[in-house]
């Protein structure tokens, strides 16, 4: 017998210890297909899971119903029940005085869902907030020739009863920036101006946003909430019959020169107050913002105006 043939024999009869051969078969035993284990679905599942507490991207707010013809664009769409948005940035749309107030209307049977401004026919409008404009309209039984302009602040704003446009839609405006004319057109019984602010088309009363009899906003945050969205806040009648007439009387002095001091209004590089002004007031007849106003001259919203103060506009 060879060395080699001697050695496999010898491996022929070799045997492993009993406890191996359990331990090495158990194991054996226990190696499952790996495709048993793992699948598609199940990965997916987990990977859903893993990510399902991510914030979603924000929401790009010139996308919702932003080709909708209505007024109210948001129909279907969750709103929330409080919302806090910034009213800091802002520009009186025109220094009319109000005509009628937001609510019901009696005589009409219906909700009056904005606030109508006094002015004369081809007087200046002016956008509330920065934003841009989503549509520009014609509705003969109501709002006449109207505007909406949507803002980042989660607002749009309705202008109505116009008599000519001033921008287009899709354009984008700076706060305090002419976007029409005011004018009598649609279902008006003179002239002035319907303004709406709505919060995802929700319409707010714009009294509980802003100060008409002062020119300015209660506060630099308005809170949407859904049970008081249709509450002014801090009416003073006084205040507004004083507005009323420093309107009328302002209109009596300013009209008849109006055409001739247009030119120079536009190229002023400063401006002397004068009795019953104030910073909204002054921001809007020269087309800049009350906050940019303030910035030039280092003061407040809330600085009190002498008569004679110049102020800076450029």
Known sequence: MTLVSAFTALALTYQLPKAHRSEHSSLIAKQENVGNQVSVKETQEFLDNLFKDEEEPEIDIYTQGWNSRSVNAYVGQEVPNSKAIDVSEFAMPVPGFITSP???????????????LKLHIGDTVRAAFDGRVRLTNFERKGYGYYVIVRHPNGLETVYGHLSKFLVKPDQYVKAGEPIALGGNTGRSTGPHLHFETRFMGYPINPQAIFDFANQTVHTDTYTFNKRTYKQARNFDPAAE????????????KTRPAATAT????ATASSYTVRKGDTLSKIAARNGITVRQLCKLNGIKTTTKLPAGKKLRLK
């Open 102 to 116: 937001y609510g019901y209307r009696p005589r009409f049977g219906r909700e009056h869902k904005g606030v109508d």
């Open 241 to 252: 019959k004083n507005h009323h007439m420093q309107y009328v009387q302002q209109a009596q």
């Open 262 to 265: 247009k030119a120079k209004k």
